[in-house]
């Protein structure tokens, strides 16, 4: 995975005049420049000088076989003691994670898709995304339309690079949740982050939602505004990005509380089942979903 920060430096030029130096929808006078980003303008596998792939299920925790009913269907499934998961993450393979145009169009999106059938001893599969592009500070903008149905866990999220802090890799080191979203309840969007002091083992990680009607409908713009002593994550739309403010975090204390001081990457992935998204079982009859990212965009500061 590629190392260094994101400056200056690092931007490219585009044909986009709003997008020179500057973000549609600002909700301030500040300027910013666009340093990366990815639109999936093609059709086919995902770019792997961008994004590396979580693979397989046994990052997750132990097997076990577990038997669940759900509105008369048995699903037989491998479940996994970590996290509770039951999907298999595949490597760039087409089914899960691929690049598709839009009908009769030039631009295309991401599509992120899990499916019922059997790999590796389990019975679902999907893909999880890593950037290899890691960035301290800044704006991270991402364009997506999100599934529903019982069983799936979605989310846009951030880890650091490397364990800095602590005597444990994770949450001494921090998370930062932009958006996820359980299928049992598609419409609430939900922004949190994890510290060694504040995170969900301990019940008090600093978290909000908010109900978004259109989530599953229509693509909604993503924000995550990230600087030296502040985390700010909101949810609109194409005329105003900033439409409602989710979460804000300060800065506070020491280490404990506020890690958000190294680089980050970001993670897109759609988790089947889990000890959130499995809350209420799993429907065996939705599948394939899928989430749709229309574009990911990382700004900083002119």
């Known amino acids: 995975m590629k ?41 086919g596998r995902v770019d792997p000088r961008k994004w590396d792939f979580d693979v397989g299920g046994n990052g997750w925790g132990k097997y076990i076989f ?29 089914k899960n994670a691929r690049c598709e145009r839009f009908p009769g169009s030039t631009n295309g999106r991401l ?22 592009r890691k960035w301290r500070y800044g704006r991270l903008q991402i364009r997506a339309k999100l599934p529903d149905g019982r069983g799936l866990w979605s989310a846009l999220w951030m880890l650091p690079k490397k364990q800095t802090y602590g005597n444990t ?3 001494d080191n921090g998370e930062i949740d ?6 049992y309840d598609p419409l609430s969007i939900h922004s949190t982050v994890h510290t060694q002091a504040y995170n969900h083992i301990k019940g008090n990680q600093p978290t909000n939602a908010i109900t978004v009607n259109d989530a ?20 609109g739309d194409d005329k105003n990005p900033f439409a409602n403010r989710i979460l804000v975090w300060n800065k506070q204390g020491n280490w404990t509380q506020w890690p958000f001081d190294k680089q ?17 079982g799993i429907d065996c009859n939705i599948f394939p979903r899928r989430m749709e990212v229309d574009w990911v965009r990382v700004y900083q500061r002119c």
């Open 66 to 94: 577990f038997v669940q009913f759900v509105s008369f269907v048995s699903c037989i499934y491998v479940t996994n003691l970590g996290n509770n998961e039951q999907q298999y993450y595949t490597n760039n393979r087409l």
């Open 111 to 132: 599509i992120v898709e899990a499916r019922r059938e059997n790999m590796a001893n389990y019975q679902f599969t999907s893909a999880r995304l890593k950037s290899k």
């Open 169 to 171: 890799y994770w949450p």
């Open 3 to 43: 190392s260094g920060t994101v400056s200056k430096s690092d931007a490219f030029s585009t044909n986009d005049s709003t997008m020179v130096c500057g973000v549609v929808g600002a909700e301030d006078n500040t300027k910013w420049v666009r340093v990366w980003e990815d639109n999936f303008n093609w059709n």
């Open 178 to 183: 932009l958006m996820e979203q359980v299928g």
């Open 216 to 235: 599953v409908s229509n693509f909604k713009i993503y924000t995550l505004d990230w600087n030296v002593n502040k985390i700010e994550m909101f949810v």
């Open 264 to 280: 980050f990457f970001l993670i897109i992935n759609i988790a089947v089942g889990g000890t959130w998204g499995g809350a209420q």
